[in-house]
């Protein structure tokens, strides 16, 4: 079945880079997805890439795709104290259906 | 405009009590979901609708049930519910296509219930 890995805690300092990694192990996956969550908030979309895709980049965002290792990455530049949440990755064949990562905690110091 | 949003934000039931949760969207999103999401945990699927119709249920006990009355409403109807079932309840939305590319989630704020 489906199964999507992350690391669970991350801690920064303010104004780092912070990168926060997934694998997964559909080959099917067509769209991988990084979702944000605030403490007692909804999930926030932030960006999604295409199985096609090597890369993309969204303002402070960048994802980075590597298909052959199953391997997802989030890289967010100069992380502010706002940044601080819980990340997860997710993964879809499509249809509706998504499968989530248990989440890694974004702690940003100042 | 992306917005999903669920009424109430907090909930205080009794094993006893029939409430129910709200979700509605506007994006003309033809799938919805019901989501349950403990603390620290990610979210698990309860339910999918899409055209109005119950596509998914995932083996959820019958103290839940889902309503979808139109389009962009879906209910969470609780009765009876047990201690175990306090979480935070997510609603999220999607189109339905013909490709994974209409199928983003766009989830609300939750419902954060306690069963006391």
């Known amino acids: 079945g489906e199964d999507v890995e992350q690391s669970l805690f991350l801690s920064v300092r303010e104004g780092d880079s912070s990168v926060i990694n997934c694998t997964y192990t559909?080959?099917?996956?067509?769209?991988l997805y990084w979702y944000k969550q605030e403490p007692g908030a909804g999930l926030q979309l932030l960006t999604y890439i295409f199985s096609n895709m090597d890369m993309k980049q969204d303002q402070r965002l960048t994802v980075l795709l590597n298909k052959k290792d199953k391997h997802l990455s989030l890289r967010i530049a100069d992380t502010q104290t706002g940044d601080s949440a819980i990340y997860f990755c997710?993964?879809?064949?499509?249809?509706?259906?998504?499968?989530f990562g248990k989440g890694t905690m974004l702690l940003v110091s100042p | 405009d992306t917005e999903v949003t669920q009424t109430p934000k907090h909930l205080v039931m009794g094993m006893t009590n029939k409430k129910s949760l709200k979700c509605e969207q506007h994006m003309g999103h033809r799938a919805m979901y019901w989501y349950k999401q403990k603390a620290k945990k990610p979210p698990e699927l309860m339910f999918v609708?899409?055209?109005?119709?119950?596509?998914i249920n995932e083996s959820v006990p019958s103290r839940f049930s889902p309503e979808c009355p139109n389009s962009s409403l879906l209910n969470l109807h609780l009765h009876a519910l047990q201690p175990e079932d306090s979480a935070l309840y997510l609603c999220?939305?999607?189109?339905?296509?013909?490709?994974?590319?209409?199928?983003?989630?766009?989830f609300g704020p939750g419902t954060r219930l306690t069963v006391l």
């Open positions: 997710a993964e879809s064949p499509g249809y509706s259906t998504l499968t």
């Open positions: 609708y899409s055209y109005e119709k119950l596509s």
């Open positions: 559909d080959s099917s996956s067509t769209y």
């Open positions: 999220a939305s999607s189109q339905v296509g013909t490709s994974p590319s209409t199928d983003t989630q766009y």
